[in-house]
């Protein structure tokens, strides 16, 4: 890398600080109980909006695997969503009614409250649908992995966005609060993923799935990005650069081994299409505040009417950690 | 007779204190050096909690950091400690603060009491084992070196160039040959008193002061010069991964450590609060002489190692993505390529899965949408036939394929008409089975009724595209086996070039094929050809066909009776 680039990156780095310091501004104090976070703690960053339903659940899952502390901004939900959170012992919550699109996707905010609570944290930055999974995650809490990567002076860790489906049309199995949303949307494509390289910030760019097999068949490339490094021992100078899927410095987003080899990585399962989906999608599209004019909106929206079946034969059953790693969808790298 | 312990404790205070505990228990005098890194406050609440018990003292502290001297030292300090206290101590086990004993502290003194003269102490020469890190084997003996390996990488790398370039050496003190080995060992009173006493030790320390990673040589070294039974091996069970860091312990591997039979583990983590449950209360059971055996969890370190150096061929995931060249092989498994087979034989994809008993897919690589075995509009790993899904990356579409399909052969057939992008990859895939017959797409553009100007067009571009392949596959980069015939030699003998196909794949081993595919009606293609040739586009790549309207000798017989497949000899 030249002098020139490490600059243009050094400078893209600090913009999207600067970006942060300024929308700090519009978030508003709910319930903020960040003092209760301890040195060593594990930290969990979620934007969200209308996302009630799915907090119960997603709350335990993470209060299992050892997270200490929620972070969450509420863009503006009235479902209840934010009254819920501020009723829990380790959430802090903040809220806001600014646009989410000028807020770059709600990651101006998240890198605010990264800057300001995630130093020296290792810090999980999610959406209330995504669970993440990791090698051993059924034996080992998160702070056994965390502090392996220490160990091994790694900073960041991978988890690609696994998207998940029902057997069935979206609409036939509703889901009920509390419940596990993989009990319903068990599904996923276990081989059909294409990866390149981006060579300016060093990220792998991951598409595919069930959702550029039934919705992008026709344009590929518009299909969304599945590469996601939502673990990251965090520093005050770091910033997501483009969602979750890379940061800057860039040499965070080396998660993968060049030369022959696996480093260790999860996933994210991603439980996006449930019942509620449907309405979900109705309503983004409505607000246009997504990624690319919401034209993922737009593009379910065509499909939705016909209220599709991701399913196909080849589609595979969710089991566990083991079974994605066989697959090849994840790795232990040399943890065992 | 007994047994003393010397703890070298950092962190997880906590868990240190229970396993001092548990060895003083047992009658164990121990000796704990706390690192000078750690806070006054927390050793004296640490000396503190562990006041109760008279078998525990403290040595004085030294700041322990990784490749430095002070490990030494402090060792050096505890065992005259520990010796001077404990005169009926007649082994002196070394172990750190994240050591967990597995068996009964009474199993170890057995042991140790059945072999009073044995020194256990991992301890090679450097020029015969590989465990260096940093590429440095005899020169951590032979250089200084001032600057740290962790945190002043490159001048520690600078300064060992400098005095290369300059040869400087420096010079090995008389009476020791370097030796080097596991930090964790089991020496008896003697030895170590031999050690510590030596006349020379003022002249030693000076010298492994500037030795890189003394704590890994100096007992080693001088155990050798003292020691009147090196059994080379170290009683705690602790492996390495590929960057020198020690393995570490979960509670999930509680089985693999009781089978084990080893005396001491490390590292642990502290939070593994089975593990600590488990072996530091369960002292029941009944006495197990077994010899220590660390094989199976040997063999599941190893493999993590290996897989995250060497990973799994054939794989491209989210933490494997290797650099062009990188890959160990662009795919996972063998595969087959026919080009020129189905144009030129009559239903040659249900023959070859008969045949040879495999996935036989039609054309995946287009034109139009892949043609999965079965018609399937997705197969494995749901991977889709569509056209646009496939031409967004033709590479990842066929490494797709392999992976998905892994443990069963597959077999697809290409052409010139195919998307090319991918010739090249199979080309240079060893696992790749090519098998042409050279020419054999002018078969199709003879039996459409297109103008001719069209087809004259076409036939240029597809042996254009075909020769390219070809020149791919006879290239010194190639690494694919390829068989390549030109369609007239088929024509002449098709059953050489079918049988030879088949017994490149390896699958069967039938001598002679039982049937053959029906080949084409070639009537009048000799004519075609020549035609083309007349309007100038002359195709070289089938071979000669006479230009004649041509009867061959094979069109003789009644069409329902079908030709009897013959073999040729070689």
């Known amino acids: ?161 696994l998207d998940m489906y029902p057997k069935g049309p979206l609409s036939a199995q509703p889901y009920v609060e509390g419940q596990d949303p993989l009990e319903i949307a068990c599904w996923f494509d276990a081989g059909n993923y294409t990866i390149s390289r981006n060579w300016k910030h060093g990220n792998l760019w991951i598409q595919g799935g069930p959702r550029m097999r039934v919705f992008f068949d026709d344009d590929p490339w518009k299909a969304p990005a599945l590469n996601k490094i939502p673990l990251v021992r965090w520093s005050r100078r770091y910033a997501y650069n483009s969602s979750t899927h890379s940061l800057l410095p860039r040499g965070l987003n080396l998660v993968f081994d060049e030369w022959g080899g696996e480093k260790a990585s999860g996933a994210l399962l991603h439980t996006k299409f449930l019942d509620t989906f449907g309405a979900k999608a109705q309503e983004e599209l409505l607000r246009g505040q997504h990624y690319g004019k919401s034209r993922e909106y737009i593009a379910y929206h065509e499909r939705l009417q016909a209220d599709p079946d991701l399913w196909c034969k080849w589609s595979e059953k969710y089991i566990n950690w083991r079974q994605l790693e066989i697959l090849g969808l994840m790795s232990k790298g040399n943890w065992a | ?197 030596d006349p020379q030790r003022a002249e030693y320390d000076r010298y492994f002061r500037k030795v890189w990673i003394p704590d890994e040589s100096y007992f080693q070294t001088l155990a050798r010069k003292h020691s009147t039974h090196v059994e080379s091996r170290s009683l705690t069970l602790s492996k390495f991964d590929f960057q020198g860091k020690p393995h570490i312990f979960y509670d999930d591997h509680l089985q693999l450590l009781r089978r084990s039979d080893c005396f001491v583990a490390r590292k642990i983590w502290p939070h593994a609060n089975r593990l600590y449950r488990v072996f530091l209360t369960d002292a029941e059971g009944a006495m197990k002489r077994r010899e220590p055996n660390p094989g199976k969890i040997d063999r599941i370190f190893s493999t993590a190692s290996e897989r995250r150096t060497r990973g799994r061929t054939g794989l491209y995931m989210q933490s494997r993505f290797p650099r062009e060249g990188w890959e160990g092989g662009l795919t996972g498994a063998r595969y087959s390529v026919f080009q020129g087979f189905t144009e030129l034989f009559e239903d040659f994809e249900a023959w070859l899965s008969r045949t040879a008993g495999c996935r036989v897919h039609g054309q995946i690589f287009g034109p139009g949408d892949a043609e999965f075995s079965g018609g399937q509009q997705v197969i494995n790993g749901a991977l889709t036939a569509k056209a646009a899904l496939r031409d967004h990356s033709p590479r990842t579409f066929l490494t797709n394929l392999i992976w998905n399909t892994r443990g069963e052969r597959q077999c697809f057939q290409y052409s010139p008409r195919a998307n090319q992008a991918v010739a090249w990859d199979m080309a240079k895939d060893g696992n790749a089975h090519v098998s042409v017959i050279a020419g054999a797409w002018a078969v199709p553009l ?14 240029a571009r597809l042996q254009r595209i075909e020769h390219e392949f ?101």
Not at chain 1, 64 to 91: I, K, P, T
Not at chain 2, 106 to 131: G, H, M, Q
Not at chain 2, 517 to 544: I, V
């Open chain 1, 1 to 161: 890398m030249g002098l020139m680039d490490a600059y243009k990156l050094g400078r893209e780095r600090r913009f999207h600080l600067y970006r942060a310091l300024r929308k700090r501004h519009q978030l508003k104090p709910v319930s903020n109980r960040a003092r209760k976070i301890r040195r060593r703690d594990i930290l969990a960053f979620t934007t969200l909006r209308n996302e009630r339903v799915r907090l119960p659940y997603f709350l335990e899952y993470y209060r299992d695997l050892g997270v200490n502390h929620f972070l969450f901004v509420d863009n503006d939900s009235s479902d209840g969503s934010r009254e819920y959170l501020a009723g829990q012992e380790d959430c802090s919550v903040w809220t806001t009614s600014a646009s989410y699109r000028q807020s770059r996707y709600g990651m101006d905010w998240i890198n605010w409250l990264l800057m300001r609570y995630g130093h020296e944290h290792w810090c999980l930055t999610v959406d209330p649908d995504e669970f993440f999974v990791y090698p051993f995650c059924d034996t080992r809490p998160m702070a056994a992995l965390c502090d392996w990567l220490d160990a091994c002076e790694i900073r960041s860790f991978s988890a690609m966005l």
């Open chain 2, 1 to 197: 007779m007994s047994v003393g312990i010397v703890m070298l404790v950092h962190t997880a205070l906590g868990r240190a204190e229970q396993v001092a505990r548990h060895w003083a228990a047992a009658g164990c005098p121990v000796v704990i050096h706390v690192d000078a890194k750690v806070s006054d406050r927390r050793y004296k609440a640490f000396r503190e909690a562990l006041s109760d018990v008279a078998l525990i003292r403290f040595s004085s502290r030294h700041v322990c950091t990784w490749g430095a001297w002070g490990i030494v030292a402090a060792t050096q300090d505890a065992c005259e400690m520990l010796l001077g206290d404990h005169a009926e101590v007649q082994h002196v086990f070394l172990s750190s603060g994240s050591c967990l004993p597995l068996r009964p502290v009474d199993e170890l003194k057995t042991y140790l009491a059945a072999r009073p003269r044995t020194d256990f102490i991992e301890s090679a020469t450097t020029a015969d084992v590989p465990w260096t890190v940093g590429g440095l084997d005899e020169e951590r003996f032979t250089l200084r070196f001032p600057f740290s390996w962790k945190t002043q990488r490159r001048a520690f790398d600078r300064y060992v160039e400098f005095q290369r370039k300059l040869g400087f050496r420096r010079r090995i003190p008389d009476g020791v040959v370097p030796h080097m080995g596991s930090q964790w060992w089991c020496l008896t009173r003697q030895t170590l008193q031999a050690i510590l006493t």
């Open chain 2, 446 to 459: 003879f039996r459409t009724r297109r103008p001719f100007e069209e087809i004259r067009r076409e036939a």
């Open chain 2, 470 to 570: 070809l020149d791919a596959l006879r290239s010194p980069w190639a690494k694919a086996r390829a068989q390549i015939w030109s369609m007239a030699e088929v024509v002449e003998a098709p059953s050489e070039a079918l049988q030879a196909s088949i017994d490149e794949m390896g699958l069967r081993t039938a001598r002679r094929l039982p049937e053959l595919p029906e080949m084409r009606d070639l009537t009048g293609f000799g004519a075609f050809l020549q035609s083309l040739k007349n309007q100038g586009m002359h195709p070289y790549l089938m071979g000669d066909f006479p230009a004649e309207v041509d009867e061959p000798a094979q069109d003789e017989e009644p069409d329902d009776k079908p030709r009897r497949p013959y073999m040729v000899k070689k």
